[in-house]
């Protein structure tokens, strides 16, 4: 089992050396306000794929321990599930609800592509499939785009099928069955992901609080 721990050394240099990421990009556009994040943490198995989330961090510092976090997250993730994808992750800095716009996810796409295909972004919390057409104008990088236009869309629905199924798996370790009848549930957030477990599970688990 891998332990994902908080990272320890305050230094820029000594955070991406502690979890070995590979590359930390910075990027900032003074006249879209873009400030955003993106970590590749391991190529090995293949270009780092991870999605994109945006968010208001309470700091930088926040920001920089969530994206290698993740990204360390998205290589193991990738290597379990035989993929032949590397991790890595991106954030981009503010309110999703009112500094979001086209050029800001534009100009975000632009430093995507200059990464020349060793990191694919997708959609991820603060993001939709609606953002990733606009991040497609740019490059070709991005996964996730709606499925009028070939891809596989908003991924919510089976992100919250994988939660279920862990729920399964862990109770399986804890109680010896991996059934949820009688048991109870905390959803905690109920954004894309927890409002569609929320109602699938009233048919599974129905002590749900």
């Known amino acids: 089992m891998v332990e994902i721990q908080e990272l320890t050394d305050t230094s820029v240099f000594g955070q991406i050396a502690e979890h070995q990421h590979e590359q930390v990009v910075f990027c900032h556009d003074h ?17 780092a794929l991870g999605g994109t ?3 208001e961090y309470a700091s930088d510092a926040d920001a920089l321990n969530d ?18 994808l590397g991790g890595g992750k991106a954030v981009i800095i503010g309110d999703a609800k009112t500094q979001k716009t086209e050029a800001l ?17 997708a959609e991820d919390v603060g993001m939709t499939t609606k953002d990733m057409q606009y991040i497609r104008m740019e490059t070709k990088h991005v ?14 629905p089976v992100t919250a099928f994988g939660t279920y199924m862990g729920m399964k798996a862990a109770a399986k370790k804890a109680f010896g069955s991996d059934s949820l009848a009688g048991k109870r549930i905390a959803v905690q ?3 894309h992901v927890g409002a569609i477990y929320w109602s699938t599970s009233l048919r599974r688990a129905p002590k749900l609080c």
């Open 67 to 84: 994206v290698l976090r993740l990204s360390r997250g998205m290589t193991y993730k990738a290597a379990i599930s035989g993929l032949n």
């Open 105 to 121: 996810l534009r100009k975000f796409g632009r430093f995507v592509k200059n990464l020349n295909g060793k990191y694919i972004t």
């Open 189 to 191: 957030g109920v954004g």
């Open 143 to 156: 996964a996730g785009l709606p499925e009028s236009m070939g891809g596989s869309g908003d991924p919510s």
């Open 53 to 55: 989330r945006m968010w």
């Open 31 to 47: 006249e879209t306000g873009l400030k955003a994040i993106i970590g590749i943490h391991n190529t090995v198995l293949g270009p």
